[in-house]
């Protein structure tokens, strides 16, 4: 009984590569988000995916980033041309339904340090 | 999604109940309440949800007075395991809803030895 997977759980980068995150949702959830905490920060909403469709990416920096939920295979979160102001703590969460009464199970995160 | 204000820190010690309350002055009539636990290096856990009176689970319980405006999560004998940051979101339970949570600074509880 998996719960959210995400890998790799640690990423450096140098300034001006690309970032690729995947998130794995819980078994039977199609509901899929992601979160970014700066150091000493609360989380930030960024997107919300289901299977092929962006729900609500209002917390999407507008350049550089893009996520992707395909009918197969994990959840991307992607990020060219990454920058210092990137190096921050980023969270997949997932649930059954996109609903407050499914809480979100939340995966240990993918730290991705820009150097 | 109501605006929430819970304190920046608190200090226990082992064994004590601990008191977390949680304002939300501008609650809505469809709001829930509902509290998540992160531990360094981990994402957030759900801990309890309610939207009136009392609630308990095995973890928790969560107090809201008739008002809504505030809540107070309760933490019985706490361990040293249970330092952590507590986070207290509200939001709207209806349909059409998209289960966003926005989350604030949260609460920093240390428990001492």
């Known amino acids: 009984n998996a719960g959210v997977m995400q890998n790799p759980r640690h990423l450096v980068r140098r300034r001006g590569q690309e970032a690729r995150l995947r998130c794995s949702p819980m078994?039977?959830?199609?509901?899929v988000y992601w979160y970014r905490q700066l150091p000493e920060e609360g989380l930030k909403f960024m997107v919300y995916?289901?299977?092929?469709?962006?729900?609500?990416e209002s917390g999407m920096p507008k350049e550089r980033f893009s996520a992707e939920f395909p009918k197969e295979g994990p959840s991307i979160l992607r990020i060219q041309q990454v920058v210092r102001g990137d190096s921050a703590a980023y969270f997949c969460?997932?649930?059954?339904?996109?609903?407050?009464?499914?809480?979100?199970?939340f995966g240990n995160g993918t730290r991705l340090t820009v150097t | 999604l109501a605006k929430t204000t819970q304190p920046i820190s608190m200090d226990s010690y082992e064994g004590q109940e601990v008191n977390i309350t949680c304002s939300h002055n501008?609650?809505?009539?469809?709001?829930?309440i509902t509290w998540y636990q992160q531990f360094p290096s981990q994402g957030p856990r759900f801990i309890i949800q309610?939207?009136?009176t009392k609630v308990t689970n095995e973890v928790a319980s969560l107090f809201i007075p008739a008002d809504r405006k505030s809540s107070t999560l309760s933490l019985p004998r706490v361990s040293l395991s249970d330092t952590a940051v507590y986070y207290c979101?509200?939001?709207?339970?209806?349909?059409?809803?998209?289960?966003?949570?926005?989350f604030g600074q949260g609460t920093t509880l240390q428990v001492k030895p």
């Open positions: 078994k039977g959830h199609s509901h």
């Open positions: 995916l289901q299977k092929e469709n962006i729900i609500d």
């Open positions: 969460a997932s649930s059954p339904a996109g609903t407050w009464d499914s809480p979100l199970h």
């Open positions: 309610g939207y009136k």
């Open positions: 501008n609650i809505a009539t469809n709001d829930y």
């Open positions: 979101l509200v939001g709207d339970r209806g349909s059409g809803n998209t289960g966003k949570l926005i």
